[in-house]
């Protein structure tokens, strides 16, 4: 995989407001390989999925956001989100003609992990299993690659176990009744077999659906972009973690950003999702 003349296009989606540290590091970290990424995300740049019930609505939003990427003269897309890699492939690029070629951030990682290597001085002492999906694996082998770039953290102890959750997010699970709880005991069974500590996530959708699981269970929940910034030295404090398991969000959040982000949709759209009762 290249990424050509070194300049990209960093597609992050819909989720910064989630996971900023996330994305901040992954920036810095596709910055210190030697890509030049720009960074785009939020409503401008969607890939048209949360509006799928209205076709007319979704391709042109999709539309919009090939149209604006072409524009830049980069040549390649660098995906964040599975969903988002999975809909440009499928349904975006395929009505609209895009000039350049889309690569999932694992696989430029990963094809320049020689180059990672010397960024990655700290230990970070763990036992680690893998949150492995079957789904996106299909697409790209984030289940091999992602384990490459963990082996090259000192310190870090990585399980082996074959455990596998169906879909490619967890977000593809909590829509049906028991699915995401079963998936999680199945989870929790694998680190107690192998030992494992910490439990790294690969996608954003199964990070917020199993930092959870820290309540009531003595495990620790990462992502493993997080793994990586601590073995460079550089602060990724997870604030979605501390606001999913806070016995207040409000407060943990703070009225200030409360005001920031209006009464209304917090109420309506955060809080629920943040107190939300863990699947098990």
């Known amino acids: ?20 540290e ?3 590091a992954t920036s810095r970290l596709l910055q210190a390989v030697g890509v030049e990424a720009a960074p785009r995300g939020g409503p401008a740049s969607c890939c048209g999925s949360p509006k799928d019930a209205n076709a007319r609505i979704n391709e042109g939003m999709a539309r919009r956001t ?25 349904s975006m690029a395929p009505v609209t003609p895009a000039n350049f070629e889309t690569v999932h951030v694992t696989e430029v990682l990963h094809a320049r992990r020689d180059a990672l290597r010397p960024l990655l001085t700290r230990p970070v002492p763990a036992r680690v299993l893998l949150h492995a999906h079957l789904g996106f694996d299909g697409r790209v082998p984030v289940n091999a690659l992602v384990p490459d770039l963990l082996r ?3 310190g870090l102890d990585l399980a082996e176990h ?13 829509a049906v009744p028991g699915a995401l709880a079963d998936a999680q005991r199945a989870t929790l069974a694998a680190m107690a077999e192998t030992g ?10 199964c990070h917020r659906e199993c930092v959870a699981l820290e309540r009531n269970h003595p495990v620790r929940v990462v992502n493993w972009i ?8 550089w602060e990724a404090e997870d604030g979605y973690k501390a606001m999913r398991n806070a016995a207040d969000p409000r407060a943990a959040l703070g009225e200030t950003l409360v005001e920031a982000a209006g009464e209304v949709p917090f109420t309506r759209l955060v809080e629920p999702e943040l107190r939300k009762p863990p699947a098990i």
């Open 1 to 20: 995989m290249a990424v050509g003349g070194h300049k990209a296009i960093f597609w992050y989606g819909c989720n910064m407001t989630r996971h900023g």
């Open 22 to 24: 996330v994305i901040r």
């Open 66 to 90: 090939i149209e604006a990427f072409n524009a830049t003269g980069r040549g390649t897309v660098v995906t964040w989100c599975p969903s988002c890699h999975m809909n440009m492939q499928d």
């Open 152 to 154: 090259l953290i000192p």
């Open 162 to 174: 074959r455990c596998r959750v169906p879909g490619h997010m967890c977000s593809s699970l909590a």
């Open 196 to 205: 494992a500590d910490t439990l790294c996530t690969i996608f954003h959708s």
């Open 226 to 233: 997080h793994l990586l910034a601590w073995s460079a030295g």
